[in-house]
């Protein structure tokens, strides 16, 4: 009895996506196990719109050109023609072959982990640098990609019928991508001018700089809010902040301080989008201090800082000075000064706890406010030497 299949609607509705992971043995040991990074990448399907409506995962030897084992594609077949998704959804960035040959086995559309979290970027992007900054990242990964959309092309295998129009098209696709990078990367070269120009007078001006970084939905943009009363967007969503805010705290000894809100990391996240966003990034490096903000009560919190002080240090920023700000203690307890619950809390896991570039811990409820006179004590005890010059009355 052939098998009954879910109608497939027609008009607008959210994409349906099935999310595929593999484990590959040859890759070593990884902080991530399967079932965390499918949680995240489910994360961010959701955060890009998409509802999940199932998942496949393989333990592997190795990596294949159609990503999953024989096996485990044939089982995905089936699934696809039970649940009738629009998307499938690999949470490793995939070679442009590996793309090609899933979309020839499924017959579906597939995209990887990079295009997803551009995707989410895409969204997320307010300003003109951010905008600007998605739209390279997102060409940069489309130009070796550009043959699959001539695939019809390719498989009649060249000669008779394959010159001409098509051919020319894909020539004049690339030929259109570059020069929209070029445009993009003079763009990006203004915009660094003139960052460095406001970053300049802002040295000139001998008030401390502080940058917030972390895991992305670590509480970064809540912990800005409540310091600063920015008005920055903090919700639960993945990227939520992605373009840069900088705004003035007060210290208590009456200086002031500026202070940043960046981009959040996230593993797996591919050097092509972290080298579009290095023009957002110039803010961790002019910063006289960073404070990286955890969320303690992640199941994940040790890797997550791992991946931040990775991150920190392929961008050559593992000596900068850093706070450990230990965030949404209110998840824990009622009283922001129960010493038994503090007590009971493992830093020892937590990458970067004891390098000598951390300077020291405080335990805070952004969401709550809780303790953030201590951390303002603690960021004086940091920055107190430049703090000591009275900052100018504007920016």
Known sequence: M?????????????????????????????????????????????????????????????????YLGKGKLQE????????RPDVVICDDELTPTQQRNLEAALQIKVIDRTALILDVFGRHARTREGQIQVELAQHQYLLPRLVGQWSHLERLGGGIGTRGPGETQLETDR????????????????????????????????????????????????????????????EDQLFNTLDPVTRRLRLPDGNELLLSDTVGFIQKLSPTVVAAFRATLEELSEADLLLHVIDITHPKAPEQAEVVEQTLADLDLGGKPRLLVI????????????VEVLDRIDLSAISGADSPAVNGRVFVSAARGWNLPA?????????????????????
């Open 375 to 395: 951390l303002l004590e603690s960021i004086l005890d940091q920055v107190g030497a430049a703090a000591s010059v009275p900052a100018p009355a504007t920016a």
């Open 76 to 83: 995905l077949r089936e699934l696809l023609e039970d649940e």
């Open 175 to 234: 030929r259109l991508i570059r020069r929209r990078i070029q445009k993009i990367e003079s763009e990006l070269d203004n915009v660094r001018k003139r960052r460095s120009q406001y970053l300049e007078r802002r040295r000139r001006s001998s008030t401390p700089m502080a940058t917030l970084v972390g895991y992305t939905n670590a509480g970064k943009s809540t912990l800005f809010n409540a310091l600063c009363d920015a008005g920055v967007p903090a």
């Open 327 to 338: 965030n949404k203690l209110d998840l824990l307890t009622d009283d922001p000064a129960d």
């Open 2 to 66: 052939p098998k009954s299949r879910r109608p497939k609607p027609t008009g607008p509705h959210t994409e349906r996506a099935v999310l595929v992971a593999v484990e590959a043995k040859k890759r070593g040991e990884s902080l991530w196990g399967l079932d965390d990074t499918l949680v995240e990448l489910d994360y961010l399907t959701r955060s890009a719109g998409a509802e999940v409506v199932a998942t496949v995962s393989q333990r592997a030897e190795r990596i294949t050109p159609t």
